[in-house]
């Protein structure tokens, strides 16, 4: 892989982990309607996938968005 590569890469992981941390906080922490709760939610779940690293997250908000009852998908 190039050197230009690499760095593009390593640039766009960054910069998805920082976006993955601003929506998590967000979502755990934001004053939200739950119509942007759940779009923000929706997205971040979608994103992280199976990701083992966001698991309790989603465990935490898939339970939210039951209390809430939003439907996330």
Known sequence: ??????DMAVNNAK???EC????KFLIEH??????????LSR???NV????LYSQDTIVWIR????RRGVDIG
């Open 30 to 39: 934001g004053d939200l309607t739950d119509f942007n709760w759940g779009q």
């Open 1 to 6: 892989m190039s050197d230009t590569a690499f």
């Open 43 to 45: 997205t971040y779940v």
């Open 15 to 17: 910069k998805l982990g």
């Open 20 to 23: 993955l941390g601003v929506m």
């Open 63 to 66: 339970a939210e968005a039951i």
């Open 48 to 51: 992280t996938g199976e990701d």
